[in-house]
């Protein structure tokens, strides 16, 4: 008995399309709409409030978001920590603002002269992959400094808190 194989045919595929649809995988390589912008790692908010009880000053022990929307509130003197999840909404939200922030990093430092009383203090830093941690809000005595563009640090500062004010709890630590 003879032994019978097949032959397929297979067109040639000029070199030009195979090289346009690699350079279009690369191109798209890990590329999720949905996804975080990867530029971000974390953004952290701390407060102090001297007239309160540490226990009942929202951000005294510090809150801290990364860019996959995990949070984490302290830890605390005693090494309490407590975390959670945002929602998708929430992620979004806070990731477009860290990114306009971290677009504008490579400008200077602005400060204002409106400041807050003695004792009460609140800053941000957000941790960028291209610039590593920057002081981006800085709320003191003397006046508030920012760096990323002013109404930009300002949004990301004004939506950072209001999670931090939503999810830290109070009396912290329990």
Partial sequence: MKESRAVVAVPPVPGLVLVAVALGLWACRGQNPGAPDPSWIRVAERTSCEALNPSYCAGTYGFTVTSDGRYVVGPAENGVQVGGSLSEAELA??????????????????????????????????????????????????????????????????????????????????
């Fill in 93 to 174: 939200r806070l990731s477009a603002d860290a990114a306009r922030v971290a677009g504008g990093l490579g400008g200077g430092q602005q400060c204002d002269t409106a400041g807050t009383v003695p004792g009460v203090g609140d800053t941000v830093d957000l941790t960028d992959s291209r610039d590593g941690t920057s002081r981006v809000f800085d709320l003191e005595v003397k006046g508030t400094c920012t760096r990323g563009g002013r109404d930009q640090a300002v949004q990301l500062h004004d939506d950072l808190n209001a999670l931090m004010l939503e999810y830290y709890p109070r009396p912290f630590p329990p």
